[in-house]
């Protein structure tokens, strides 16, 4: 139903936009599903107990699954470029907020798609079931929801709150930072409907666009600063940021041991890659050269996936540089992907005891982040994502290889995928798309979308319930 809604927008906006022809596929594509999601509260009977984790975990991965398959009904019913994988895969790009592309024209589709095509970013960025969970009436363990698409990590500066709670506080942030970046970029000279669309992206750290060239189409330094902060501010545990601006409390963001990693490793980032750029990149000035680094540092740190500048042309260490942004990314409890700071930080202080305990073995080390002691089950649970993650990574980036692609283009569309960065290096540079990937690649690259932004386990755990059936 919520796609329904966001479909029957899409379509309005397109019939009052003159000559918009997805009208028709948008309001057909948002009858269908209606009909679709309608079924359940006609036919289905209300139960009585309360969802168990694996019922939970398999009502979460099946609904995104869901949205996907019924979010490319638009896309392929408008068809041009959309063919049925084409279609499949712009949806489970948007939702998952890759920002991944197959379109080699994105100015040619009309106002109507390319709202939808946007909505489906914006959505996919806060969370289906997490949205769905604050809607829920009825007594029931909603964290059993939302818990399986929102993580522990994500949760811990907030332990003990209703899961609720934690859900309606992202949603405020996520809206009010949504709101804020409009309006600036209205104040910057953009159109209403660029700003609209790309501070859905921004915030969505999704990275869609309706320019071909991103954002290097408007040559324009401030909405670039404008963006830059945007995508930051996303990257950023939503909780956090809720208590520090819509809570008038400012100095939570530096209480935050995460949040100030984030920022250090991200300005860190943007010193070096502005040195090199004027080292090694050709660059004559200095303030190009910072307003470059810092707007695709961002981009990629974030996982949004904009683009000021080819990045493939940038001297190694620069690209080096995007490519471990693009492994790490944000924070926990933000809309950016990838392997996050959180869990960075908890393993690299597991090895740090691991050391200590090696020199002094009667020595009590515990592991402390913002104050708090981490059980060692936390950081065995970092230890074993980081393992999943980079072992996904080499095997998807195997199975690119063997499919045809370079090695460069096959490794970092792994990585793009997986972290639902969209860009790489090589054939998916910044500037470039997805769209000459033959079909069984597109398919592979669907699935580490998905793996990735419900950050693997809750696929392992429906993989396994239904080995155990």
């Known amino acids: 139903m919520l796609v329904t809604a966001l479909m029957t927008i899409s379509g309005i906006v397109a019939c009052f936009t003159p000559g918009d022809d997805s009208r028709l596929p948008l309001l057909y594509s948002a009858f269908v599903t209606g009909l679709v999601g309608f ?59 890759t920002g991944a592309s197959i379109l080699d024209d994105i100015e040619a589709l009309p106002p109507g798609l390319q709202l939808w095509r946007i909505s489906t970013a914006w959505v996919g960025g806060i969370g289906i079931v997490t949205l769905f969970s604050m809607l829920i009436r009825e007594r029931m363990d909603k964290s059993t929801l939302s818990g399986a698409e929102i993580s522990n990590v994500a949760r811990q500066p907030f332990a003990g709150e209703r899961s609720n709670s934690f859900a309606q506080r992202m949603l405020a942030t996520y809206v009010a930072l949504t709101g804020v970046t409009f309006f600036a970029l209205k104040l910057t000279g953009m159109c209403w409907f660029d700003s609209l669309t790309n501070a859905m992206s921004a915030c969505s750290t999704c990275g869609f666009c309706t320019r071909n060239t991103s954002i290097a189409y408007y040559a324009n330094p401030a909405a670039e600063l404008v963006l830059t902060v945007a995508m930051i501010a996303a990257g950023i545990n939503f909780g956090i940021l809720f208590l520090a601006f819509l809570r008038g409390r400012p100095r939570y963001i530096w209480k935050s041991e995460a949040v100030k990693v984030f920022l250090s490793l991200v300005g860190i980032a943007i010193v070096l890659v502005t ?93 402390r982040i913002d104050g708090r002691v981490r059980a060692d089950e936390q950081i065995s649970d970092a230890y074993g994502y980081i393992f999943c993650y980079l072992f996904i990574v080499v095997v998807f980036a195997a199975v690119n290889i063997i499919a045809g692609l370079d090695f460069t283009t096959g490794v970092t569309a792994s990585i793009a995928c997986i972290g639902n960065v969209g860009p790489g290096f090589g054939e998916v540079g910044s500037m470039a798309n997805y769209a000459a990937f033959p079909d069984i690649l597109k398919i592979t690259g669907m699935a580490e979308m998905v793996i990735g932004r419900l950050e693997i386990f809750p696929v392992l755990y429906l993989l396994r319930s239904i080995r155990v059936v």
């Open 39 to 97: 079924y359940p509260l006609i036919f289905v009977r209300r139960g009585h107990h309360s969802l168990s984790f694996r019922e939970g975990n398999c009502i979460v991965v099946i609904a995104w699954l869901c949205a996907c398959l019924f979010g490319m009904l638009p896309f392929y019913l408008y068809g041009q470029e959309f063919t049925l994988v084409n279609a499949l895969f712009e949806s489970v790009s948007g939702f998952t907020t």
């Open 275 to 367: 040195v090199d750029l004027m080292t090694n990149g050709g660059y004559g000035s200095f303030g190009k050269a910072l307003r470059d680094a810092a707007f695709q540092v961002a981009s990629i740190s974030t996982t949004t996936g904009f683009a000021t500048q080819d990045t493939t042309q940038w001297p190694p260490l620069s690209m080096s540089l995007l490519i471990i942004a693009s492994l790490i990314c944000g924070c926990s409890g933000s809309t950016s992907g990838g392997i996050k700071i959180d869990r960075a930080i908890l393993a690299a202080k597991g090895i740090s005891r691991k050391v200590g305990l090696a020199v002094s073995p009667h020595a009590v080390r515990n592991i």
